[in-house]
């Protein structure tokens, strides 16, 4: 189970703006960051909420966000510490985490363990996981149902997406930045994750599914 230490605080809240009247229920590696920051979202009671808001999630390409959530377990979350994100036991010492050690290898080594062996960090759980039938730790009372989603915003289309259910331009900033890449570094990383497109969406599988209909507006 996720740490809870770090939910101090936030027992039966989930993130809310009032102005707009929308909860928003987060995902892991989806944008949540920039749009805690600049949405104007806070930790809410959740019985202070109208029956009548909009919930909102975001939705990504899970082979983008494979990538991603491999970055920030190697760069910020273990190395010689046990993330307090981790949901089953594993090594920190692996040369999956290892900044000395060769990424690419790693990358594949970190592929080869979720598909293997499933997910270990909040940060590579499916995102279906996260919306349907889902108990935030801090809210041992409230079950996310899929049904009761309002809007899914693509994050493809993050920034359109979200103008048009706050009825508003938005921009969002860039916050909780990645180390930048080289380019022949990040065309390798996106060479192996091609090359393992497969086994990655077939265990992805419903995440994908959920993305193709929001992208192609099925």
């Known amino acids: 189970m996720v740490n809870t230490k770090i939910m101090t605080g936030l027992k039966d809240k989930t993130l809310y703006n009032e102005k707009y009247n929308i909860e928003f229920w987060h995902i892991p590696k989806n944008a949540m960051t ?18 009548d808001r909009k ?3 975001v939705i990504r390409n899970p082979l983008e966000r494979f990538l991603s959530s491999y970055l920030m377990c190697r760069d ?27 990424i690419l290898k790693g990358y594949q080594d970190y592929i080869d363990e979720i598909v293997n062996n499933g ?14 039938d889902y108990v935030e730790p801090t809210q041992q009372n409230t079950i996310r149902f899929f049904d009761k989603i309002t809007d899914f915003i693509l994050m493809d289309n993050l920034n359109k997406d979200l103008s048009k259910l706050f009825n508003k ?16 570094l990040k065309k390798s990383l996106k060479e192996i994750t091609e090359k393992n497109r497969d086994r990655i969406l077939n265990y992805y599988n419903e995440d994908y599914e959920l993305y193709n209909k929001l992208k192609h507006k099925i």
Not at 119 to 132: A, C, E, R, S
């Open 34 to 51: 920039s749009i805690i920051a600049d949405l104007s979202f806070f930790w809410t009671p959740k019985d202070q909420l109208p029956k």
């Open 55 to 57: 919930i909102f999630c």
């Open 76 to 102: 910020k979350l273990y190395g010689p510490f046990t993330s307090v994100y981790n949901i089953r036991c594993i090594d920190p010492g692996l040369d999956i985490f290892n900044p000395d050690k060769d």
């Open 119 to 132: 997910p270990f960090d909040v940060h590579n759980m499916k995102q279906i996981n996260f919306i349907k």
């Open 169 to 184: 331009e938005i921009v969002l900033n860039k916050h909780n930045k990645a180390n930048p890449l080289p380019i022949d």
